[in-house]
């Protein structure tokens, strides 16, 4: 057997480097991240999709090294999808983190996903970090190589009452000022908003001006 050998869509290990960002709204979350993969100082994919779904309202980000979070992604699909056949119900959007820290315990994995998703419960968005911690955000995060710059547009961008539309532009600004900034970062955009009606995903192959 070759232990080289990956499933379509799969990278290698050793690729990394990303801007992923959150805002939580009342309507809703937006997500959205950069398409670069990065291999050492190199360019090694530039189409890549880092939203990735968990069921119907609930997504994660890619952020680390690649193959882990595909494997994590993979592992996290199996488990919610077990959960709601044996139930017969979704899982809850505030019980995903606790299933992703239970791993995290019996595997090391390196990555620093945030998880969004929206319920009759409220509107969630999270990060859970490998040694297991989780944060609950109120209003927006950022992960990845690029996070100083995004994070600064937005604290500077974000305020109570912010609308689903005025979330989405303001995260298409965190990942464009970190694709400008950071060298890990770019070739593409690839949003998320969500709501309780589910997950409107939309790629771009270059980052826009304006959505």
Known sequence: MNNNTKEAGEISEEKNGTTTVGIKTKDGVVVATDRKVSYFMSTAKKDMNKIMPIHDTAVMTMAGVVGHAQKVRDKLQGKVTTYESRRGRK?????????????????????????????NTGNYLYEVEPNGAIISYKEYTSTGSGVQFATGVLEQGYHDDITLEEAQELALNAIKTASERDNFTGDGLVIATITEDGVDTNLYDSIPDKL
């Open 91 to 119: 899982m809850p959007i505030e019980s995903i983190p606790y299933v992703l820290r239970n791993m995290f315990e019996e595997d090391h994995y390196h990555i620093g996903p945030i998880l969004a998703g929206v319920d």
